[in-house]
T-cell receptor, first 116, second 111 residues
Framework: GAVVSQHPSWVICKSGTSVKIECRSL??????MFWYRQFPKQSLMLMAT?????????EQGVEKDKFLINHASLTLSTLTVTSAHPEDSSFYIC????????????FGPGTRLTVT | QKEVEQNSGPLSVPEGAIASLNCTYSDRGSQSFFWYRQYSGKSPELIMS????GDKEDGRFTAQLNKASQYVSLLIRDSQPSDSATYLC???????????FGAGTRLAVHP
């Protein structure tokens, strides 16, 4: 149980285009989902927290107009990187918390974004 | 600012030995503690959660929690080369809606 999927697993896009990443909890309902990014050999960096049906809460320094997050249902959250630039190239990972109340968070497999 | 501290390593242990990974946290009111394993190029995987003082065992893994000392540890018995990864300690501070992660300890198990 507690499986989180992400799609796509990797994507290459041209500078200036937008990319959407989907995160789904497959066997549980997630009231809260989280989006992280991680540069090579660096720590996880939380970008934003999203609750189903409400606006995402962004961490300090993360541009909300650039990284659009939608948590449309209890099993789906999306991250859209708008007007992507090479410096947005990174490993984007979502995680989800089970709505049953446990604080355990389960991570998706991640999406590797390369902007050329 | 809630903080979680880990020694970055690398911690090098021979195959078959016990690997001991340590973590301290700043928020005394924290109630939930987790260990994640992250292989290079992959996402983190939850391996242990602990909520009460004492030890919790799961297979070759034992998590230890001491809230008075604000200290969490992970023991890996009979370490295998496949255990070589970065281990992330994560804490759920009181009044927060998110986990705070340590920077991780890199473990290398050599044959």
């Amino acid at each position: 149980g507690a499986v989180v999927s992400q799609h796509p697993s990797w994507v290459i896009c041209k500078s200036g285009t937008s990319v959407k990443i989907e995160c789904r909890s497959l066997d549980f309902q997630a009231t809260t989902m989280f989006w992280y990014r991680q540069f090579p050999k660096q720590s996880l960096m939380l970008m934003a927290t999203s609750n189903e049906g409400s606006k995402a809460t962004y961490e300090q320094g993360v541009e909300k107009d650039k990284f659009l997050i939608n948590h449309a249902s209890l099993t789906l959250s999306t991250l859209t990187v708008t007007s992507a630039h090479p410096e947005d190239s990174s490993f984007y990972i979502c995680s989800a918390r089970d709505r049953t109340g446990a604080y355990e968070q389960y991570f998706g497999p991640g999406t590797r974004l390369t902007v050329t | 600012q809630k903080e979680v501290e880990q020694n970055s390593g690398p911690l090098s242990v021979p195959e078959g030995a016990i690997a001991s990974l340590n973590c301290t946290y700043s928020d005394r009111g924290s109630q939930s503690f987790f260990w994640y394993r992250q292989y290079s190029g992959k996402s983190p995987e939850l391996i242990m959660s602990i909520y009460s003082n004492g030890d919790k065992e799961d297979g070759r893994f034992t998590a230890q929690l001491n809230k008075a000392s604000q200290y969490v540890s992970l023991l890996i018995r009979d370490s295998q080369p496949s255990d070589s990864a970065t281990y992330l300690c994560a804490v759920f501070p009181s009044g927060y809606n998110k986990l705070i992660f340590g920077a991780g300890t890199r473990l290398a198990v050599h044959p």
